[in-house]
């Protein structure tokens, strides 16, 4: 099946500083990326989304880039604020035709030090 | 907003019981998923329907079944309760029409299973 990993399991950043998240796919007909955020206790809540047309789109304080050169993710967090600490994890479409299940990355726990 | 909810947060059963746990959608999605959730595996796909009274198994079927008899409601079953089933249970929906795969989740149910 597919591989959706991340580089690091936990991220540490000071209260204002930005934060970076990173995603790897191992399949490039991958046609479509989402970032959720799962605060302890809740279920996942959609944060932004990318097609593979694109290789950059941003939201509010949330930018996700795109490369599909190496097929890497990444979500930036401008200034990290207190409420940002949760799970973050990728999920990837893989494109096969009508089919519109995600596969999901193990996630990454994102601490804000305030 | 798209709101999907989950009969219960908290669930404790005992080994070898039936249990159902429901999953409502009122945004008129067309697809719905089943995940558990446990530490260091991220989510898994248990089942998933495209439309009503129609069910594909996802990755780990066994020991559960689905029902979804409204377009709305989408029911797993574990037919015979055991330890190893002891998780938290994510329900999704997405559209499913015009390349929306975005999923949203509900709040889960952490499911104890002694």
């Known amino acids: 099946g597919e591989s959706v990993g991340l580089h690091l399991p936990t991220l540490s950043v000071q209260e204002g500083d930005n934060s970076i998240i990173n995603c790897a796919y191992s399949n490039s007909a991958s046609d479509y990326f989402i970032w959720y955020k799962q605060e302890s206790g809740k279920g996942p809540q959609f944060i932004i989304d990318i097609r593979s047309n694109m290789d950059k789109r941003q939201g509010q304080r949330v930018t996700v880039l795109l490369n599909k050169t190496v097929k890497h993710l990444s979500l930036q967090i401008a200034a990290t604020q207190p409420g940002d600490s949760a799970v973050y994890f990728c999920?990837?479409?893989?494109?096969?035709?009508?089919?519109?299940?995600?596969?999901f990355g193990t996630g990454t726990r994102l601490t804000v030090i305030p | 907003d798209v709101k999907v909810t989950q009969s219960s947060r908290y669930l404790v059963k005992r080994t070898g019981e039936k249990v159902f746990l429901e999953c409502v959608q009122d945004?008129?999605?067309?697809?719905m998923f089943w995940y558990r959730q446990d530490p260091g595996l991220g989510l898994r796909l248990i089942y998933f329907?495209?439309?009503?009274?129609?069910?594909e198994k996802g990755d780990i079927p066994e020991g559960y079944s689905v029902s979804r008899e409204k377009k709305e409601r989408f029911s797993l079953i574990l037919e015979s309760a055991s330890t190893n089933q002891t998780s938290m249970y994510l329900c999704a929906s997405s559209f499913g029409r015009g390349g929306e795969e975005t999923q949203y989740f509900g709040p889960g149910t952490r499911l104890l299973v002694l």
């Open positions: 329907s495209y439309d009503v009274k129609m069910k």
């Open positions: 999920a990837e479409n893989p494109g096969r035709t009508g089919a519109n299940n995600l596969f």
């Open positions: 945004m008129d999605h067309e697809n």
